[in-house]
């Protein structure tokens, strides 16, 4: 028999068990969950306090535990709807709820954006973590968020949506990117670090950005101005900086898996992109793997504007003859789709706190890329070009960064990154009724290794310094194919085959916090490049046979954050910057329009620009933000493109065509100038409003307009954003460039401009109203919808060859787990 005493003991465990449930189920529900109210993603880094001393940091997951801060109120018999919690983080609002509240909402709470965000980290301007408001530069950033949201479908579409950056696009397959009146090679691309400018980047259009998966990329900042004290040689007119997906960890024992896949689906050119990436990560160890791949068929221009845009006639071949054929619907853009695929691969380790390795592997070809505006050129009655296309153009990069962050004499931090990069690229052209295809295939192999610094002399003072080198080799050929019998011929390269292009340098960054309300950052930078190449004269009598330049080049910067007030702030940066002639500059043969011929120039020099910007932001309150800046940029010795003569004979005979000589030589001035300005604001707590603006002007030294300087552009967004819904309506608007406003190499393309009541080409003005809508069903599955163009404009962005999207309807499903 069970004795009272057994009896009394078995009830006393039963009793222990149910308190210890209890307390369990407590401890549970005293775990706070925070998430974004518009994609219920949670939130890392939310501070946590309450005016009595309580502090707590939410985790990866949104969560942090109350438990000490619940016991604190039962302690002092507090009442609930007086025992406050505070929730402040930099990119929300700051959010004030009692104990009785975060009960009745289940210990879960959906916060805000906030618009304002001085304390925003970036990285590009030093190259190391610092708050936005304490560096002098300006600087934009486009967050996965904002990627999320307006669903781009490519890198170049991903900078347009900042509404700060215009683009270009000769054809589908393209953008460039067009900063302060500056393009091309005098702008710096870096993925992850790493630059990718290489040695033939060109002056004219270039659409090697679109090499960049914008699926895969986690954060983009695109620093305005000089970057040539941080990033070298081409950073005249600004950086852009790519930072992909970063491979995640767990703080568990146990692997833990991430996925998302996005399908996209869009009308103007019945796009279908499929994009998927796996993430593996355990406690020192991760792996992240992506894959993108999307079709572009020929794309559907607007139904409303001028009808020079209009595709009349397309060329097709039958029976091996050349056909011009008439267009059923002058609306779609023949022969202008094509296709993409997007490889990421990166891995992990972080062996200690100290000490992180990251190896990443990037991947992009394109299929055939039809070179649009080359197709649509007339000679008389009949199309020029039957064929016109750049073959596949291939980008690999292999990359291994180290970072080490236990202090020592020299430096806190530590980061290593060593790449190696293989550009391939190539063209292809035949003229209409000829039985030649021309093919040119250049090939660029890139090393190169960054060493970068940080040693924190004391709380207010610090040094950034770092060391660069790069190197690369051109392969270049040319041959004629004969379609009707198979014969190759060879041709002339496009480049001197077998060229280098190297340079090395080292920066010194100073940064002092002079007051609490001001901070100084300057630096210096030096450059030594050296360029070769041997020039063969089986098809050209070149007055030289190899050019050979060895020169260098000091940049400097310096410039004050100064925040006089909370709601004020007052930037003014001066910083010089260069460019020195590569491979492109000097070596290149090329048509470079209709009638004329660029040729060699050996005795071309770097180019200067001298910049200088002021820019002032004023907030109110958590509310609104108003930001204005202003600049200024004279480039001496500036590579142009000019009217020359080869041999003393100012045209020559190119591929059967008598053409003008022209080559890139250095003018004596030009100038940029012109502002940027931004409005932010948060009208309620689910509505916010942001519009942007910017104004550029660029003259030479005979005040003939610059080809890059775009004209005046912006764009306006009304957000509205209940619980779990993004609804974004807004207005995308260009000003007009008149004839006298346009370089003379764009008045000398008739053929893609709109004609004025003289008959002579300009770029009109335009604007389009649009619309993206984006729904979370679950912390799993999101809706995406999208409505371009609503009014179905014809309008071709200036510049560019292609004609954008008519009417657009995008249709998304992204799914993660």
Request: proline share 4%.
């Amino acid at each position: 028999m069970v004795s009272d005493q057994e009896r009394k003991n078995e009830m006393i465990r039963y009793l222990y068990v149910a308190l210890l449930l209890i307390s369990v189920q407590q401890a549970i529900g005293q775990v706070v969950s925070v998430k974004d109210a518009a994609d219920l993603q949670p939130i890392a880094n939310m501070f946590i306090y309450s005016e009595r001393g309580f502090s707590v940091l939410t985790d990866e997951n949104g969560k942090a535990d109350v438990s000490a801060f619940i016991a604190e109120v039962k302690d002092t018999d507090t009442d609930k709807d007086k025992a406050v919690l505070m929730l402040q983080h930099p990119s929300y609002l700051l959010t004030v709820i009692n104990l009785k509240q975060l009960e009745e909402r289940g210990f879960e709470l959906l916060l805000k954006e906030s618009v304002i965000d001085l304390n925003e980290v970036v990285v590009g301007a030093t190259r190391w973590e610092e708050s936005r408001n304490k560096i002098p530069q300006t600087v934009a950033t486009i967050s996965s968020k904002d990627v999320v949201l307006q669903n781009p479908q490519t890198s170049a579409d991903l900078l347009a949506t900042s509404g700060k950056v215009f683009v270009q696009k000769s054809q589908l397959g393209g953008g460039s990117p067009m900063i302060r009146g500056f393009s091309a090679n005098r702008l710096l691309i870096a993925v992850d670090g790493v630059r990718m400018n290489n040695a033939i980047y060109r002056s004219g259009n270039l659409q090697n950005v679109i090499s960049i998966d914008p699926h895969a990329v986690g954060n983009t900042e695109v620093i305005f101005g000089p970057g040539s004290v941080m990033y070298g040689s081409d950073a005249i007119g600004g950086v852009m900086l790519f930072s992909t997906t970063v491979p995640k960890f767990t703080d568990t024992k146990r692997a833990k898996v991430w996925s998302n896949a996005l399908m996209r689906y869009s009308t103007a050119n019945k796009e279908n992109t499929g994009h998927v990436d796996l993430n593996i990560g355990w406690r020192k160890w991760s792996f992240l793997s992506s894959a993108t791949l999307s079709d572009y068929r020929d794309l559907r221009m607007g139904a409303n504007g001028p009808d020079e845009y209009l595709r009349p006639n397309y060329v097709d071949q039958f029976d091996g003859q050349d056909t011009m054929l008439v267009n059923d619907d002058p609306l779609i853009q023949r022969r202008s789709g094509y296709r993409q695929l997007n490889l990421l691969q990166k891995v992990r380790f972080k062996p200690n706190e100290h000490l992180e390795f990251n190896y990443a592997f990037h991947f992009s070809r394109t299929g055939e890329v039809p070179r649009y505006d080359r197709l649509i050129e007339y000679a008389g009655d009949q199309l020029k070009f039957a064929d016109w296309y750049y073959g596949p153009q291939e980008w690999d990069m292999h990359s291994l960064s180290i970072a080490y962050t236990q202090p020592s004499l020299l430096f806190d931090k530590m980061r290593m990154v060593a790449a190696y990069q293989k550009y391939g690229e190539s063209r292809h052209d035949r003229k209409f009724g000829k039985e030649a295809l021309r093919n040119r295939y250049e090939q660029v192999d890139v090393l190169s290794f960054n060493w970068d610094l940080d040693k924190r002399i004391n709380e207010d003072h610090e040094l950034l310094y770092g060391a660069e080198f790069v190197y690369n080799k051109v392969g270049s050929t040319g041959f004629e194919l004969d379609l009707e019998d198979a014969a190759l011929t060879q041709v002339a390269s496009r480049y001197p085959d077998g060229a280098t292009f190297a340079s090395m340098a080292a920066y010194l960054n100073f940064k002092a916090n002079i007051t609490n309300d001001l901070t100084f950052i300057g630096g210096a930078r030096y450059s030594q490049v050296l360029l070769d190449a041997l020039f063969d004269n089986t098809f050209f009598d070149f007055p030289f046979e190899e050019v050979d330049i060895n020169t260098g080049a000091i940049n400097g910067s310096m410039g004050f954050a100064y925040r006089p007030t909370p709601h004020w702030q007052f930037n003014l940066n001066v910083a010089t910057g260069f460019r020195a002639p590569n491979v492109d500059d000097v070596g290149k043969i090329f048509d470079s329009e209709p009638g004329s011929v660029v040729v060699p120039n050996d005795e071309l020099d770097s180019e200067y620009a001298y910049s200088g910007d002021l820019s002032i932001v004023r907030t109110f309150g958590e509310r609104v933000q108003l930001e204005a800046t202003g600049f200024y940029t004279l480039l001496r010795n500036a590579m142009v493109r000019r009217d020359f003569t080869f041999n003393g004979m100012d045209s020559i005979l190119y591929d059967g065509t008598l053409s003008q000589v022209q080559a890139v030589v250095n003018a004596e001035a030009a100038r940029v100038y012109g502002g940027q300005f931004g409005i932010a604001a948060r009208l309620t707590d689910w509505m916010r409003i942001t519009s942007q603006y910017s104004i550029t002007k660029g003259f030479d030294q005979d005040n003939i307009p610059l080809r890059h300087a775009s004209p005046n552009f912006g764009s306006t967004h009304l957000i509205f954003e209940p619980n779990r819904t993004r609804l974004d309506f807004y207005a995308v608007y260009n000003g007009a460039l008149a004839f006298e406003q346009l370089a003379p190499t764009e008045q000398a393309k008739p053929h893609i401009y709109a004609m004025d009541a003289n008959g002579d080409p300009y770029s009109p003005a335009w604007v389009t109203f649009n619309m993206k809508a984006s729904y979370q069903v679950n912390t799993n599955i999101r809706l995406q919808f999208g409505f371009e163009n609503v009014m179905d404009l014809r309008y071709r962005p200036y510049s560019s060859g292609i004609v954008a999207p008519g009417r657009n309807i995008i249709l998304g499903l992204r799914a993660a787990i």
